[in-house]
């Protein structure tokens, strides 16, 4: 049974930091690039962050590029997204995701950056 389990969402002032993290079971995650979504109120959800198998190649939207780093450790079977100098407009729920011809979605972690 393939699990995507998202943590470490809440509430942070702007210019705070969040780590959420991605807990994946039930597939070879060591061999799958993962990445992170996320949604807004109102708005479709939207790719931030990707990261190859290995950890040693990512890609991020600009609007959260020098912001926000991807990891992971396939030891652990687990990606991480250190989001720093968080805005209100970061304002979402993250979802983690294995793209494929079957993707996998976490149930996604609220992020909320407000004052």
């Known amino acids: 049974q393939v699990q995507l389990v998202e943590s470490g969402g809440g509430l942070v002032q702007p210019g705070g930091s969040l780590r959420l993290s991605c807990a994946a079971s039930?597939?070879?995650?060591?061999?799958?690039?993962m990445t992170w979504y996320r949604q807004a109120p109102g708005k479709e959800r939207e790719l931030v962050a990707t990261?190859?198998?290995?950890?040693?190649?990512?890609t991020y939207v600009d609007a959260v590029k020098g912001r926000f780093t991807i990891s992971r450790d396939n030891g652990k079977n687990t990606m991480y997204l250190q989001m720093n100098t968080l805005k209100p407009e970061d304002t979402a729920v993250y979802y983690c995701?294995?793209?494929?011809?079957?993707?996998?979605w976490g149930q996604g972690t609220q992020v909320t950056v407000s004052s």
């Open positions: 039930g597939f070879t995650f060591s061999t799958r690039a």
């Open positions: 990261i190859s198998y290995k950890g040693d190649t990512t």
């Open positions: 995701n294995a793209p494929g011809s079957v993707p996998y």
